[in-house]
């Protein structure tokens, strides 16, 4: 129960941030990538703004056993890059740019971004739904 | 002086960090986006499903709130019905691939200086910049 409001809190908190950071707009998104066009940095600002207090929880968190609700922390990520990471990344990166939403602000402007922004929900569900089985697909061919 | 949307940025990154603070230091969880949907269409996260319901909740409800109650001068996708299918697509594709998007990778991994973190944003802004000046200034579809 008390991990579902914190949840929902932090869920609601990431809405209003991304709300007043001008992030929800996907054509500010854009600007941000529009490197040969009209720049817009604003994305670096809240990317800076975010970074801050989590880099401090980082540090708070490395000096605990365990978060406020008895559950381990998330464990240190190896230092393997592989080749899923590199061909996702890349593939996220050209679906952002084509519209500039990605997961999290297409969730927070569902309420107001119509009918395309459902459509863009409803074809990232699939593309999800369709991620696990693509997956063993690349590693069969890398394998090869 | 700095543009205002500049400021409005930083503030508003300042509640996005202050939000995945929360979720990692109570919760015990990194605040991915793609990672907390991603879970519960492949059903690798069922066991956690109420409390990533309940992100989502918060995520999608507190903000149309807002919004009623001040506006919003967000600007609508204009782009055709294909386009937007085909980017839903590489998006929920690529985020889950990856293992994260611009909020797990970009601000919770960079923010512990995880070099998994570092490569997948360079990857995505490169990709992502590549993407808007083939299709804005090159082929002007977008």
Not at chain 1, 30 to 54: K, R
Not at chain 1, 132 to 141: A, E, H
Request: a positive charge; one cysteine or more.
């Amino acid at each position: 129960m008390n991990r579902c409001l914190w949840a929902a809190l932090s869920g609601a908190m990431f809405g209003i941030g991304l709300t007043l950071s001008g992030m929800t707009d996907p054509l500010k998104v854009q600007g941000w990538l529009d490197v040969f066009g009209d720049w817009d940095p604003t994305l670096a600002f809240v990317m800076g703004g975010a970074i801050l207090p989590m880099a401090v929880a980082w540090r708070l968190a490395a000096r605990r056993s365990k978060a406020a609700l008895g559950s381990d922390f998330p464990a240190a990520p190896g230092p393997q890059v592989g080749h899923n990471l590199v061909i996702g990344s890349v593939l996220f990166g050209a679906g952002w740019g084509l519209v500039g939403l990605c997961p999290g602000p297409a969730l927070a402007s569902l309420s107001w971004s119509g009918a395309y922004g459902l459509l863009f929900l409803m074809a990232m569900l699939a593309g999800m739904f369709a991620a696990p089985g693509v997956r063993l697909w690349i590693d069969r061919m890398a394998a090869k | 002086m700095m543009p205002s949307d500049w400021i409005w940025g930083f503030c508003g990154g300042l509640i996005i960090g202050l939000a995945a603070a929360l979720y990692l230091l109570i919760n015990g969880r990194v605040m991915g986006a793609s990672g907390i949907i991603g879970g519960l269409v492949d059903r690798t996260g069922r066991d956690s499903a109420n409390e990533r319901l309940c992100f989502l909740a918060g995520l999608v409800g507190v903000p149309a709130i807002l919004v009623l109650m001040v506006g919003s001068d967000d600007t609508q996708l204009i782009q055709s019905p294909s386009i937007v299918i085909a980017a839903g697509l590489l998006v929920g594709l690529g985020t889950r691939l990856a293992n994260g998007c611009t909020s797990g990778h970009g601000v919770c991994g960079i923010s512990r200086l995880s070099l998994r973190g570092i490569v997948a944003t360079v990857f995505y802004i490169l990709a992502g910049g590549l993407c808007v000046l083939l299709f804005r200034h090159v082929l002007g579809v977008i």
